[in-house]
């Protein structure tokens, strides 16, 4: 049996190093020559035992993976969940069903799809026109909405509104511009904006069996122009009350959006009404070092899909209570505060000396300009903190950010 991942970037270079490290073979498809070098960089095609352009029709590409003896079809990352899915529907193998499938992409589709099957999310609706989702805002009765491509992920263009010229000027630059996969914004969505804790689950699913392999509680902050921008996580212990509502509300978007095998990415807000759906991934969860959840957790989200793709019974017996986190763990996303040239890589040095830092990943390059970070792509990278006491990880994490408000990287 082989497995062809789709899009093997992000953490899906980390299944597919599982997958080998079990035995198993692996092809690569790839939907787009055009992909953005934040998603390509340190991907190894020594890992795959043959290389596919996904780009084109998926008929042919379908009986060509069948003839190298695929048998598993996985999407590595967001730009791979639609050809991953519709290649396993068109070959008749183990994935998610085909008819939900446009609302595990489209977010307008997806709040939809959830809504009828009584799963909460936010007001909302898609507009092509800048002038008619202002004036949607002005009817809607909202005093704070989000602006955000329908397709795209990682905050990319995600922006916060209060006003209807706030909203105009927004959705323009998001009608005007490519998503964070290179593909034209034909639509923009504008929804409530609602308030409480997010959090996401990263779950593992087969044949309508759901496991929880891990739970995040986001913190974001103000970023560039005022976007959101991602600041640290941490992990939910499973045994809490807060843990238990989200796995309810979560099966329950899971099954809406026809998600019943393979990995999901789900981000929850626990408002005064109760859970609300921000929006599901129909994949592994990005920005994360398995490895490192792994030593903390004794799983992680990539590694109970690589035993679920080796062996799907073992997904049945896997206890969502077994996952117990082994001191503090914090996630911190990096922030350059200030556009310039990265003149060297001199600054690892001081985040490495942080007592609690047990892992730093980062793309910059000397001589590469850095923007201030407004999305995901334009953070310079991330880094786990770990200790026993979670007060050295405060300790740590404040001075992170201190020297980031020093020209860190671009200085």
């Known amino acids: 049996m082989k497995t062809a991942v789709i899009d093997g970037h992000s953490t899906g270079r980390a299944l597919t190093a599982a997958l080998r490290a079990r035995g198993r073979a692996c092809v690569h498809v790839q939907t787009s020559t055009q992909m953005a070098d934040f998603f390509t960089r340190g991907f190894r095609s020594g890992d795959y035992e043959a290389l596919l352009d996904g780009s084109g029709a998926l008929v042919p590409l379908a009986r060509q993976l069948a003839k190298l003896g695929v048998e598993q079809v996985v999407a590595g990352t967001e730009s791979g969940v639609f050809t991953a899915d519709s290649l396993s529907h068109l070959m008749g193998l183990p994935g998610n069903r085909y008819e939900t499938l446009p609302a595990r992409r489209d977010k307008r589709l997806m709040a939809e799809v959830a809504a009828a099957a009584g799963v909460a999310v936010p007001q909302g609706a898609a507009f092509t026109d800048a002038d008619a989702a202002a004036a949607w805002f002005t009817t809607s009765g909202l005093t704070a909405a989000v602006v955000k491509p329908p397709t795209s992920a990682g905050t990319d263009n995600v922006r916060f509104c209060r006003t209807k010229e706030e909203v105009h000027d927004a959705c323009k630059i998001v009608l005007n511009s490519d998503n964070i996969f290179g593909h034209p914004n034909t639509s923009v969505m504008v929804q409530e904006r609602v308030y409480g804790v ?101 799983t992680s989200q990539t590694r109970l899909l690589a035993d679920t793709l080796m062996d799907p019974t073992q997904l049945a017996a896997f206890d969502n209570a077994s996952v117990t986190w082994s001191g503090a763990l914090r996630n911190v996303a990096l922030i350059n505060r200030t556009a310039g040239i990265v003149r060297s890589l001199d600054w690892t040095e001081h985040l490495l000396a942080l007592p609690t830092l047990v892992y730093l990943s980062h793309g910059a390059t000397v001589g590469q300009y850095l923007s201030d970070t407004s999305d995901l792509i334009n953070s310079p990278g991330y880094v786990f903190l770990a200790a026993a006491d979670p007060q050295d990880i405060e300790r740590d994490y404040r001075a992170l950010r201190a020297m980031e408000e020093k020209c860190l990287y671009t200085r």
């Open 198 to 298: 997010e959090y996401y689950a990263n779950t593992v699913s087969y044949n309508g069996i759901h496991r929880f392999a891990e739970i995040w509680r986001y913190t974001k902050r103000a970023g560039s122009v005022g976007h959101p921008v991602y600041d640290y996580e941490e992990p939910v212990s499973a045994d809490t009350a807060e843990a238990a509502v989200l796995r309810e509300f979560v099966v329950g978007a899971l099954g809406a959006l026809g998600i019943v095998s393979g990995a999901a990415h789900t981000e929850v807000m626990l408002t005064e009404r109760g859970p609300v759906l921000i929006e599901t991934g129909a994949r592994l969860g990005g920005g994360t070092a398995p490895e490192v959840v792994e030593r903390y957790a004794g």
